[in-house]
């Protein structure tokens, strides 16, 4: 079959993969090729069990690979065959080095950057995926412009806003599309081609040009804003526990107010995942290195206020039970960073368990979906163990701390939980999931984030 257009995407992660999956089912007129460096993930891709979960995504890959969506790790030939190559590498932060820890690592990009360039024998429109520092695509630009005569490449910024857990769903019904073009000939014809894709479902009032440096920015800002809701309501979260005051209530008495919207206003353990933490540390780098202290300091607040609220969830932990945790088993419910999705990257549920193996307790991890990645994250420490399922993790049990909000957790018999747990049992709520009055009348002294806790004096 012709196809009107190749599309390809180097990196098939979270981002690639549902992403290039949606384009394959809205447009049957493009072939959309995803290459990865990594055998196994491609492996896993051509068969009946994906690499990554992600609601809904299974069907969507099943009902067009094959047809228009294709996984290889070949990666020349795809290069070569490709009108549009969109980014989607990993660019964690850097671990060496200058920027050490806050300026993203752009190795992986730089290389895609290269072979990109080797591989191409026609002109091609590069579009950044990846969150990127502002202004990487100018030396995109400038890398593949650089050498090959006669091949022209245009680089747009095109990031990704979808969620996990809902990436499917983002995906079909995007907020917004944007797209930041150079503001040349060239750049907005590239622009036109690339709002040519998502015109095919995305009404046209919802895709937004800009240019480069602005689409870029905007990533990392929309994600700072977000991240700087959680860790605003989680500061409030303590201040609760303090006095009166119940937070869900706060939160919804100023969620009210149109001026500030209802969502992202859930206190917590704290936020995770692989965006927010590591967009913040690059804007608070990208503003040192012009000189913005002050600015840089404000938003750095916003990490250290979400490591400090993991620090207190386990500090509360210990205080409620009688100052030790030596020799007990604390049962940590849920280790993905949220609901609905296996990945655990920078998940809080990686500092709770560190802090309480270090307070010498036998941890149990339990996870509908993400166990396989908590393993290799927890690969060497001693004294956890790992459950598929919860009842079993619990027998016998001293603690549970709930620390994602996967809705099987609400559903648990609870009265079972009770009878298989030591006494007093111990129950702390890290997401505010569950219905505390009715555990606290089965038992459990229940402590929730932001408000009072439930204890019995007795033992029931
Ligand atoms: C985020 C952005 O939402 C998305 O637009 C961007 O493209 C990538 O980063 P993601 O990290 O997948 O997406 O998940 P998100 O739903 O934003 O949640 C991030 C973390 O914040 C999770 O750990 C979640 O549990 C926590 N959270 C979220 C809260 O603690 N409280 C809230 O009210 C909302
Ligand atoms: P994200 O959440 O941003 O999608 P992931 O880590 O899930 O991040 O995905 C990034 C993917 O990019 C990984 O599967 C990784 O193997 C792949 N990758 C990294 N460098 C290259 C490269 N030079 N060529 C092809 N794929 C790459």
Redesign the pocket.
């Given at each position: 079959m012709d196809f009107e257009k190749r599309i390809l995407c180097?990196?098939?992660?979270?981002?690639?993969g549902p992403t290039m999956a949606v384009i394959a089912d809205k447009c049957p007129g493009y072939r959309v090729e995803l290459?990865?460096?990594?055998e196994e993930?491609i492996r896993r891709w051509n068969s009946d069990d994906l690499p990554?979960y992600e609601p809904g995504l299974d069907e969507i890959v099943k009902r067009n690979r094959g047809k228009n969506l294709f996984f290889t790790t070949d990666?020349p030939r795809a290069i070569a065959e490709a009108d549009i190559i969109f980014v989607?590498?990993?660019?964690p932060t850097k671990t060496f080095g200058q920027g050490a820890g806050q300026a993203a690592d752009l190795q992986?990009w730089e290389?895609?950057a290269r072979?990109i360039l080797r591989h191409s024998k026609t002109d091609k429109i590069v579009v950044e995926k990846?969150t990127l520092p502002v202004r990487t695509a100018e030396a995109m630009e400038r890398i593949l412009n650089s050498r090959r005569e006669g091949v022209h490449f245009e680089v747009l910024s095109n990031p990704e806003f979808l969620a996990e857990g809902t990436a499917v769903e983002d995906l079909l019904d995007p907020d917004r599309v944007l797209v930041g073009c150079m503001n040349t000939e060239s750049g907005r014809r590239a622009c036109e081609d690339l709002e040519a894709v998502y015109r095919h479902w995305v009404e046209p009032s919802h895709i937004l040009r800009t240019n480069v440096w602005s689409a870029e920015l905007s990533k990392l800002v929309a994600n700072a804003f977000l991240a700087q809701r959680i860790s605003s309501i989680n500061g409030i979260s303590a201040l609760c526990e303090k006095t009166e005051a119940d937070v869900d209530e706060v939160s919804r008495a100023i969620g009210f107010d149109s001026r500030i919207g209802s969502r992202f206003l859930r206190a917590g353990v704290g936020f995770g995942g692989?965006c927010f933490k590591k967009d913040i540390l690059n804007l608070v780098y990208i503003c040192r290195q012009h000189g913005l202290e002050e600015v840089a300091q404000y938003w750095e607040q916003v990490v250290r206020i979400n490591f400090w609220q993991h620090d207190r969830f386990v500090s509360n932990m210990i205080s409620e039970m009688f100052n030790t945790i030596a020799g007990k088993v604390m049962v940590v419910m849920g280790f993905a960073f949220k609901a609905n999705t296996g990945d655990t990257r920078e998940s809080p549920a990686i500092r709770v368990v560190q802090r309480l193996v270090e307070e010498c307790a036998c941890v149990r991890v339990t996870d509908p979906k993400a166990l396989g990645n908590a393993r290799r994250d927890l690969e060497g420490v001693e004294y956890v163990s790992f459950y598929d399922d919860p009842y079993e993790a619990l027998e016998g049990a001293h603690a549970l701390a709930l620390v994602t909000d996967w809705a099987c957790y609400r559903d648990l018999d609870y009265r079972r939980v009770y009878q298989l747990m030591e006494k007093p049992a111990f129950l702390f709520d890290g997401r505010n999931l569950l219905d505390h009055e009715a555990l606290f009348d089965i038992g459990f002294n229940v402590y929730p984030i932001g408000k009072a806790p439930l204890r019995h004096l007795t033992v029931k």
């Open positions: 180097i990196g098939a992660g979270y981002v690639g290459v990865d460096i990594s993930r990554i990666i989607s590498v990993n660019t992986y290389k895609t072979e990846s692989s």
